[in-house]
C-alpha cells in the first residue's frame, strides 16, 4: 500500500502556502462542470458544503437528521483555540503547533499540525464575520480561557455552547447555499457504502430514512466527514446517532484506517448512574479552569466533602503536576482518575469518582461570575443528577470522548481512495495520540473552510475524470450490496435486541481496551469479538419492515460496523508495544506511572488495510519525522 | 450513583401516542413499567420500553433523539399536554424521572402542528423550520474575506443579548405549543441574533422579509402574542424577540428595498 502523504517541501512555516500556490486550480467557468457529494453536516461537513458552493462547485450534501444543525457538534462546550494572541501572554502559531505536537505525544504530521495552526486565526475571523456570537469583555473585544495541555489562554468560546453557535454559522453559510441552489439538501439519508469505479471514488449508496428507499448518487469526488467512532464503546459521550459506518465501509472498499486504537478518554464527565444508562455527559474541561479536583486522603473517609478538612484532601492533579495542575491535558487527567479510584480513594455509592470542586472560585470570585462563565453546565449537571453543584462538588469520573484515529488522509486529506476525502474527526490527522482541549471544532472548520477548497480543486484540476452515472455497474453491485445487508439482518429473528448487543460490545471494549490495556486484556477482546459476532448473526431482532422508519434496524447497522471495528482497534493496541498518548499499555510505564513511548520502533502511524471478510487486516506504517519539535518525553511536572 | 435514589424505584403507566405512517390514523396505546429509576432521563425509560417491546416481537415506538444533552434540538415529545413537560427550561431528554412520583399516568403525544406532519409514532417531520433558515437566517460573507475578529468591538452586552437569542434549538416546542401554531419564536430568535450584531446589519431588511414570507408560505399559523411559545421554550428564549421582530419588519416595510414576496431570485 503506497502511503505517500504528500508532505510538501520548504520550512513548516512556508509548506501550505507554497501548496496553495503550486496546486492546481480549476477555473470559475468549470467549477459548475464538477459536483462533490458531501457526507455529514457536522463542522467539517457544512463548512465544506458551504465554502466548496461558494466557490461554484455544485455539492450534495447528506444528512442523517432532519436538519443538518443537529449533527453531533452543536454539543460541544468549552472553546476553540486560535493562535491570535490577544491576550499578550506570549502565544503565536508556533506555540500552538508545539503544544498541539508534545500534546499528541509526537504521533502526529508536524506539516498538518502546523497547517492547522495557521488556520486557527483565520477561522476565528471568519465566525466572528458569520454572527457567531462569542464572549467578549466589557470593552467589546473577544474574551479567553485556557484550556488544558497550555500555559497560554486562546480559547474562545460562546458560553458553554461554543459547538452550537460554530455549527449554527456553518449551517447558516450552508443554508445559504442552499438557498442559491448550489448545495442539494439530502435530508433523512444515512450512507451505506462507497462507490468506485476504476478505482476512484464516485458516489455512495444511502437509504432513505423515512421512506426505507435505497437510493444511489454519482459525483465527480466525495467527502466523508461523519464524526468520531467514540459510539464503539456503547457509552460516551458521543451523541447517540454518531457512528462509524460511513468510514467502516470506505475501510472495506480499500480507505486505510489510521491509527484504530487512539481513543480520547474526557477526565470530567458525569459518572454512570445505572443499567438503563444510554450516553455519558461531558462537563466541559473548561471548568478546570475554576474547579479544583480531588479526593480524600484516606479512602475509608466517608464524611460529605464539606466536613472533610483541607489538610485531609488530596488535589492530586496540584500535587503531581504542578506547572499545570488542573489543567494537566486530558489523558494525564483521565489516568490519574483512574489510579486514585483504583487505590480506592474514589467517592460517592461505586467509589468510581472524584470531586470537582468550586468552592474556592466561589469564594474568590463570588457565585455571579462562575454562573455567567459557566451557568449552563452547572444547571445541566444538575438536571441530571438532582444536586446543586453551587453547594456540594461535582462528581466526575472519565469516559469515552473522542477518537483521535480515523480514515487515513494525505496532506490533501484524501485518504488511500482518489477522490475519497475525510474531514474532521473521522481522519485521523492531526492530534497523534491524544487530543488537546479545544482543538477538534479547530480542526473541523480548518478541514472544511480552508484545506478541502484548495485540495478539492487540486485533485479535480488534476485527475482525468470520465463521465460516471449511478446506471454504472458499480452503483448497482454496490446498491444490491446493500440490499441484501438490510434483508440478512431483518430476517435473523432472533430474541436479542441491537442495543443490547451494543451495551455487550461496549463493555467488553471498556473493561479490555479502555483506559489502560495490556497484552492479556487485548488477546482476551479478540477471542470474545468474534463470538459477539456470531452472536450479532444469529441472533439480533428487528421487528417492522425496511421500507419505512426503522430505527431498530439503523441501530442494527451501526453495532454490525462497531463490533467489527471494535477487532481492528483490538489489534491495533496489541501491535503497538508502547505507552503514547490516551493509549496506555501497563506493560510500558515510567516509574511514576506515566506512559512510556518507544519511539525506535513506534514513531509511525499505522494504517490498516482491509484484505476481504474473514482476513486480518494488514498493518502498513508511515513513519513520522520530527524536524522542528525535538522528540522528547512529555512532561507536564 | 448521581442523586440517592438508588434503591427507590416507580411504577409508571404510560399513554403512548401510535401511528404507523402520515396516511394513517393513530391512537394512545397503554404500556405500564414496573421498575423505574428515578435517576432516569425520560428518554431512557422509553429505551427501556422499547426493549421490551422489540423483545415481544412488537415494534418499538419510534422517536426522534441525538445528543440527549438539551442542546441538538431533536427530542419532542408533548408529555401531560405540554411540549418537553412539566419541568421548565428543559428539554425532553434531560427532564429525569424524579419529577415524577410512583404509580404516575403520563401521556405521551408528538409535536402537532400542521406544519409538522407525524412520520411514525413520535416522530414529525420538522424541515419547515430549515426552509425559513435558508431564506434569509444567515449573513452573507464567502470563506476568506473576513476582517480579524476584533476589528469590530462589540459590547458585551449586545453580545450577551445576541447569545441569549442565539441559543434556540430549533425544536419546534414554539410552534407545538401554540394555539396557531405560529413560527413566530424561533424566527424571532434568529432574525434578533443577527439584528442585533453589527454583522448583520447591512442585510437586515432584506432578511427579516423573507424569512417572514417563507414562514407565511409553510404551514405555520400567525401569532396573536399569547405567549404560550415562550414558556414551553426549553430555552427559554423570551417574547422580547417577537417585538424586535415586529420592529424589524415594519422597519423593512418602511424603509426597504424588499418589495416583491420572491422567495427565488
Ligand atoms: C460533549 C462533547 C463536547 C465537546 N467539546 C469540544 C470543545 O469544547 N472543543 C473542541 O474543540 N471539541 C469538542 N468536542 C469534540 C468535537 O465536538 C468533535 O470532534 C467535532 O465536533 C467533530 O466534528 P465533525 O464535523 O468531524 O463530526 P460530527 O459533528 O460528529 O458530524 C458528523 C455527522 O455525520 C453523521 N453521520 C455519521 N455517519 C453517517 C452516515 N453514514 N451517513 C450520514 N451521516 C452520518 C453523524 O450523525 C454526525 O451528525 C466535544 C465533543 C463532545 C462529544
Ligand atoms: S436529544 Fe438533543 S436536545 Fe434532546
Same mark, same amino acid.
Given at each position: 500500500m503506497n502511503l505517500d502523504s504528500k508532505i510538501p517541501s520548504g520550512h513548516i512555516s512556508e509548506k501550505w502556502t507554497n501548496h496553495q500556490f503550486e496546486s492546481k486550480l480549476v477555473n470559475p467557468a468549470n467549477r459548475r462542470k464538477f459536483s462533490v457529494i458531501v457526507v455529514g453536516t457536522g463542522l467539517a461537513g457544512a463548512s465544506a458544503s458551504a465554502s466548496l458552493a461558494e466557490l461554484g462547485y455544485n455539492v450534495k450534501t447528506l444528512c442523517i437528521h432532519d436538519s443538518p444543525r443537529r449533527a453531533h457538534s452543536i454539543a460541544a462546550q468549552g472553546g476553540i483555540n486560535a493562535a491570535k494572541n490577544y491576550q499578550n501572554d506570549g502565544d503565536s502559531v508556533y506555540r500552538l503547533f508545539y503544544d498541539t505536537i508534545k500534546g499528541g505525544d509526537f504521533r502526529a504530521r508536524e506539516a498538518n499540525v502546523h497547517r492547522l495552526a495557521e488556520n486557527s486565526v483565520k477561522i476565528i475571523d471568519h465566525c466572528v464575520a458569520l454572527g457567531v456570537p462569542f464572549a467578549r469583555e466589557y470593552g467589546g473585544l473577544l474574551a479567553n480561557r485556557s484550556f488544558g495541555g497550555a500555559q497560554v489562554s486562546r480559547t474562545f468560546y460562546a458560553r458553554g455552547q461554543t459547538g452550537q453557535q460554530l455549527l449554527l454559522g456553518a449551517y447558516s453559510a450552508m443554508m445559504r447555499q442552499v438557498d442559491a441552489k448550489k448545495v442539494e439538501l439530502l435530508n433523512f439519508r444515512e450512507m451505506l457504502d462507497l462507490v468506485l469505479v476504476d478505482g476512484k471514488a464516485r458516489g455512495v449508496i444511502c437509504r432513505n430514512v423515512l421512506t426505507g428507499e435505497i437510493e444511489s448518487h454519482a459525483a465527480d469526488a466525495v467527502i466523508l466527514a461523519? =464524526? =468520531?467512532? =467514540?459510539n464503539v464503546f456503547y457509552l460516551s459521550t458521543n451523541a447517540k446517532w454518531s457512528n462509524a459506518t460511513a468510514i467502516w465501509r470506505a475501510h472495506k472498499r480499500g480507505a486505510a484506517f489510521g491509527n484504530p486504537c487512539f481513543t480520547q478518554i474526557h477526565p470530567t464527565c458525569i459518572p454512570v448512574s445505572g443499567d438503563y444508562q444510554s450516553k455519558l455527559t461531558l462537563m466541559s474541561e473548561s471548568l478546570r479552569n475554576d474547579g479544583r479536583v480531588w479526593v480524600p486522603k484516606n479512602g475509608t473517609d466517608a464524611r460529605s466533602p464539606d466536613l472533610i478538612p483541607e489538610d485531609e484532601r488530596d488535589y492530586y492533579l496540584e500535587r503531581i503536576y504542578p506547572s499545570f495542575g488542573n489543567l494537566a491535558p486530558r489523558d494525564i487527567a483521565s489516568r490519574a482518575a483512574k489510579f486514585v479510584c483504583d487505590e480506592g480513594r474514589g467517592v460517592g455509592n461505586t467509589k468510581l469518582a472524584v470531586y470537582l470542586d468550586f468552592a474556592a472560585a466561589i469564594k474568590r470570585d463570588g457565585r455571579p461570575v462562575i454562573e455567567g462563565k459557566y451557568g449552563n453546565l452547572f444547571q445541566m449537571y444538575e438536571k441530571i443528577t438532582g444536586e446543586n453543584p453551587y453547594k456540594v462538588p461535582m462528581r466526575i469520573y472519565p469516559a469515552v470522548h473522542y477518537t483521535m484515529g480515523g480514515l487515513w488522509v494525505d496532506y490533501n486529506l484524501q485518504s488511500t481512495i482518489p477522490g475519497l476525502h475525510v474531514l474532521g474527526e473521522a481522519n485521523f490527522s492531526d492530534h497523534g495520540a491524544n487530543r488537546l482541549g479545544a482543538s477538534a471544532l479547530m480542526q473541523g472548520l480548518s478541514d472544511g473552510y480552508f484545506v478541502i477548497p484548495t485540495t478539492l480543486a487540486n485533485y479535480l484540476g488534476s485527475t482525468k475524470l470520465d463521465k460516471v452515472d449511478v446506471s454504472h455497474q458499480a452503483f448497482k453491485d454496490a446498491r444490491a450490496g446493500v440490499e441484501q445487508g438490510i434483508s440478512r439482518m431483518m430476517n435473523i429473528k432472533g430474541g436479542k435486541t441491537a442495543d443490547e448487543l451494543h451495551r455487550k460490545l461496549g463493555k467488553l471494549m471498556w473493561d479490555n481496551c479502555g483506559m489502560a490495556r495490556n497484552e492479556q486484556s487485548l488477546n482476551k477482546l479478540l477471542e470474545e469479538i468474534p463470538k459477539l459476532r456470531d452472536e450479532f448473526w444469529n441472533d439480533l431482532r428487528i421487528p417492522g @419492515? #425496511? #421500507?419505512?422508519?426503522n430505527q431498530e434496524l439503523e441501530r442494527a447497522g451501526r453495532v454490525a460496523d462497531f463490533i467489527e471495528l471494535g477487532e481492528l482497534m483490538a489489534r491495533d493496541a496489541l501491535e503497538r508495544r508502547e505507552s503514547c498518548g490516551g493509549h496506555f499499555?501497563?506493560?510500558?510505564?515510567?516509574? @511514576?506511572n506515566e506512559a512510556q513511548r518507544d519511539d525506535e520502533k513506534f514513531c509511525h502511524v499505522a494504517a490498516w488495510e482491509y484484505q476481504g471478510e474473514g482476513k486480518a487486516a494488514k498493518r502498513n506504517t508511515e513513519a513520522l519525522n520530527f524536524e522542528y519539535v525535538k522528540l522528547a518525553t512529555r512532561s507536564y511536572k | 450513583m448521581a442523586g440517592n435514589n438508588n434503591s427507590r424505584t416507580m411504577r409508571i403507566n404510560l399513554k403512548v401516542w401510535r401511528q404507523q405512517n402520515e396516511k394513517v390514523q393513530g391512537n394512545l396505546v397503554d404500556y405500564t413499567l414496573d421498575s423505574v429509576s428515578p435517576d432516569m432521563s425520560f428518554l431512557e425509560m422509553f429505551d427501556v420500553l422499547n426493549e421490551q417491546l422489540v423483545k415481544k416481537g412488537e415494534e418499538p415506538v419510534a422517536f426522534a433523539h441525538d445528543c440527549r444533552e438539551g442542546i441538538c434540538g431533536s427530542c419532542a415529545m408533548v408529555i401531560d399536554g405540554e411540549p418537553h413537560g412539566p419541568q421548565t427550561g428543559t428539554t425532553t431528554c434531560q427532564?429525569?424521572?424524579?419529577?415524577f412520583s410512583d404509580g404516575d399516568t403520563i401521556v405521551v403525544e408528538p409535536f402537532r402542528a400542521k406544519a409538522f406532519p407525524v412520520v411514525k409514532d413520535l416522530v414529525t417531520n420538522r424541515t419547515a423550520l430549515d426552509r425559513i433558515q435558508a431564506a434569509g437566517g444567515y449573513v452573507t460573507v464567502s470563506t476568506g474575506n473576513a476582517p480579524d475578529g476584533n476589528a469590530i468591538p462589540i459590547s458585551k452586552e449586545i453580545a450577551d443579548l445576541a447569545m441569549d437569542a442565539a441559543?434556540?434549538?430549533?425544536?419546534?416546542a414554539c410552534v407545538a405549543a401554540c394555539r396557531n401554531g405560529s413560527a413566530m419564536l424561533f424566527v424571532s430568535a434568529k432574525v434578533s441574533q443577527l439584528a442585533l450584531l453589527p454583522q448583520g446589519q447591512a442585510e437586515r431588511d432584506r432578511r427579516v422579509s423573507r424569512m417572514v414570507w417563507q414562514m407565511d408560505e409553510e404551514d405555520f399559523g400567525s401569532c396573536t402574542n399569547m405567549g404560550s411559545c415562550a414558556a414551553a421554550c426549553p430555552k427559554e428564549i423570551k417574547v422580547e424577540n417577537i417585538a424586535r421582530i415586529n420592529r424589524e419588519y415594519a422597519h423593512a416595510m418602511l424603509f426597504g428595498r424588499v418589495s416583491e414576496r420572491v422567495s427565488d431570485e
Open positions: 461523519t =464524526g =468520531g467512532y =467514540g @419492515d #425496511a #421500507a419505512t422508519l499499555r501497563t506493560e510500558f510505564q515510567t516509574q @511514576d | 427532564l429525569h424521572m424524579r419529577s441559543a434556540c434549538i430549533q425544536c419546534g
